[in-house]
T-cell receptor, first 112, second 113 residues
Framework: GENVEQHPSTLSVQEGDSAVIKCTYSDSASNYFPWYKQELGKRPQLIIDIRSNVGEKKDQRIAVTLNKTAKHFSLHITETQPEDSAVYFCAFIGGGSYIPTFGRGTSLIVHP | DTAVSQTPKYLVTQMGNDKSIKCEQNLGHDTMYWYKQDSKKFLKIMFSYNNKELIINETVPNRFSPKSPDKAHLNLHINSLELGDSAVYFC????????????FGSGTRLTVV
């Protein structure tokens, strides 16, 4: 079945450093790749997404890159701040389904 | 003015009871979902439903059942609650099969004692 692997499961950085979270997917027909941020006790919220016809997308301090050949996509956060601390989930929509498949999440901790 | 609202936010109940969690969306979306998030934060899809089809994750016990009175509501009924049902349950909705506007509800923390 469809699968997505997300690494690392935990990421600890100092304020101001960059953070990178990677996901690898299995379905080559996937066409939509969103990233969600879930703060403690709150709902997952979409922070950035990318479609399969684009290789990179940026929004201020966050960016997502997609390598369709290697079937992986990554979230990049620059100049991290303590408020970036949260669990981040990657997801993809396969070509044969409209139900997103979520990664297992990365707990990002930004130390002030 | 919440887009996807769930009630209750917290639910504490005893083993063996039957309970329901309600979900309503005012976004005009045509597809709604239920997820279970365990203590390790894994988001597991339970159900997906639009006006055409119900897709059930085959690993979900049949004690769980979705009920949709209309397009804006998808409620979750749970019979004979067990300790392992304790988790946070999220409702979500989206528009069309391209998943536009995928939005989660605020979650319901269920504790079975």
């Amino acid at each position: 079945g469809e699968n997505v692997e997300q690494h690392p499961s935990t990421l600890s950085v100092q304020e101001g450093d960059s953070a990178v979270i990677k996901c690898t997917y299995s379905d080559s027909a996937s066409n939509y790749f969103p990233w969600y941020k879930q703060e403690l006790g709150k709902r997952p919220q979409l922070i950035i997404d990318i479609r399969s016809n684009v290789g990179e997308k940026k929004d201020q301090r966050i960016a997502v890159t997609l390598n369709k050949t290697a079937k992986h996509f990554s979230l990049h956060i620059t100049e991290t701040q303590p408020e970036d601390s949260a669990v981040y989930f990657c997801a993809f929509i396969g070509g044969g389904s409209y139900i997103p498949t979520f990664g297992r999440g990365t707990s990002l901790i930004v130390h002030p | 003015d919440t887009a996807v609202s769930q009630t209750p936010k917290y639910l504490v109940t005893q083993m063996g009871n039957d309970k329901s969690i309600k979900c309503e969306q005012n976004l005009g979306h045509d597809t709604m979902y239920w997820y279970k998030q365990d203590s390790k934060k894994f988001l597991k899809i339970m159900f997906s439903y639009n006006n055409k089809e119900l897709i059930i994750n085959e690993t979900v016990p049949n004690r769980f059942s979705p009920k949709s009175p209309d397009k804006a509501h998808l409620n979750l009924h749970i019979n004979s609650l067990e300790l392992g049902d304790s988790a946070v349950y999220f409702c979500a909705s989206s528009r069309g099969q391209n998943n536009r506007g995928y939005t989660f509800g605020s979650g319901t923390r269920l504790t079975v004692v």
